[in-house]
């Protein structure tokens, strides 16, 4: 099975430390708007409407469910930089499929909370399963 870059019980414990102390916020969204509004487009499209806050707790709790087997890729090389590590998920909830990407932080030691999107391209996890782009908020 291929395996992750980054530990992602450490990362789970950073997504939950958040979400039980949210003024010592462990994760830092560097596409934060990017990720917030896929969210909320793609419940809007469906007729359920998220503010940023909701958005914002729904994909804390989409990283909680994170398993070995939601694994795709790593991928070096984020924004130009060859050093930037990031781990690739994908899951589906609700009936959507969703890409999931984040890297670790090495100067703060938080969570770079970088996509989270429904899936513009195929993909086939760790699990054996293929997620397919079948689903779309625009």
Not at 91 to 104: A, D, L, N, T, V
Request: one cysteine or more; charged letters at 30%; aromatic letters at 12%.
């Amino acid at each position: 099975m291929l395996k992750a870059h980054f530990d992602l019980a450490e990362i789970q414990q950073m997504v939950s430390d958040t979400l039980d102390k949210p003024a010592r916020g462990k994760i830092i969204y560097s596409a934060k708007s990017k990720s917030i509004d896929r969210v909320i487009s793609a419940f809007k499209s469906r007729g359920r409407y998220l503010n940023s806050k909701k958005a914002e707790a729904y994909i804390c709790y989409r990283l909680l469910e994170l398993s070995a087997t939601h694994f795709y890729q790593t991928e070096a090389g984020q924004w130009g930089d060859p050093k930037f590590i990031t781990d690739q998920y994908g899951m589906r909830h609700e009936g959507i499929p969703w890409f999931i990407k984040f890297s670790k932080d090495d100067e703060t030691g938080k969570l770079d909370q970088i996509s989270f999107h429904p899936l513009d391209r195929d993909m086939k996890l760790a699990s054996g399963e293929t997620l397919k782009k079948e689903w779309s908020s625009r």
